[in-house]
């Protein structure tokens, strides 16, 4: 069965780049790469996804290895506000494969 | 706020017990997905339904059930509730359930089961 694997914690100060990984070593051709993130008492919110092809948006980047087994998310420059746990996830047909969950701290 | 609405916010029940969670997804979204987060842990997809039909299946335990309505709300139905049951439920939604979409996520119902 696919699933992902991430590291329980990550830090960083305040505005520095992050890059949270992820591996997913069992992905389908056809598994889309999601990422959501879960803010201290809110539902999670989309950040990025991605296919093959490293994607870029106004709150993150997303690089995906040429054999699609990892992801990295990149966060260019970490603000208080990015303090949450963030979930790498496989999105395929008729299924959903979740992480566990990067717990992320940012230090002023 | 995403669009997706979620009752009640909290519910307090004994063991044993059966509740019934509501979600009303976002306009226009046809699919939603059912999420259970238990205390200090991620979280678990419980199923998915789509314009009223289940699509893909998690983790969801023979005791709970969940079915979509031709007006497009979902409820999250759990029986024989035990003390493990406690967690948040969340429901998201997306326009039409397929992989390379976003989903919206509600703010959850707290269930306490004691």
């Known amino acids: 069965d696919a699933k992902t694997t991430q590291p329980n914690s990550m830090e960083s100060n305040e505005e520095e780049p992050v890059h949270l990984p992820c591996n997913h070593s069992?992905?389908?051709?056809?598994?889309?790469i999601h990422w959501y993130r879960q803010l201290p008492s809110q539902g999670p919110e989309y950040v990025i996804h991605g296919l093959t092809s490293n994607v870029n948006n106004r709150m993150a980047s997303l690089a995906i290895a040429e054999d699609r087994k990892s992801s990295t998310l990149i966060l260019h420059r970490a603000t208080l506000r990015d303090a949450a746990v963030y979930y790498c996830i496989l999105c395929g047909y008729n299924k959903l494969i979740f992480g566990a969950g990067t717990r992320l701290a940012v230090h002023p | 706020d995403s669009g997706v609405t979620q009752t009640p916010k909290h519910l307090i029940t004994a063991t044993g017990q059966r509740v019934t969670l509501r979600c009303s997804p976002r306009?226009?979204?046809?699919?939603v997905y059912w999420y259970q987060q238990s205390l200090d842990q991620g979280l678990q997809f419980l199923i998915q339904?789509?314009?009223?039909?289940?699509?893909a299946k998690g983790n969801i335990l023979e005791r709970f059930s969940a079915q979509q309505f031709p007006d497009l709300h979902s409820e999250l139905n759990l029986s024989s509730l035990e003390l493990g049951d406690s967690a948040l439920y969340f429901c998201a939604s997306s326009e039409e359930g397929v992989r390379q979409e976003t989903q919206y996520f509600g703010p959850g119902t707290r269930l306490l089961v004691l």
């Open positions: 069992t992905i389908s051709g056809t598994d889309y």
């Open positions: 306009s226009g979204d046809l699919s």
């Open positions: 339904y789509y314009n009223g039909e289940e699509r």
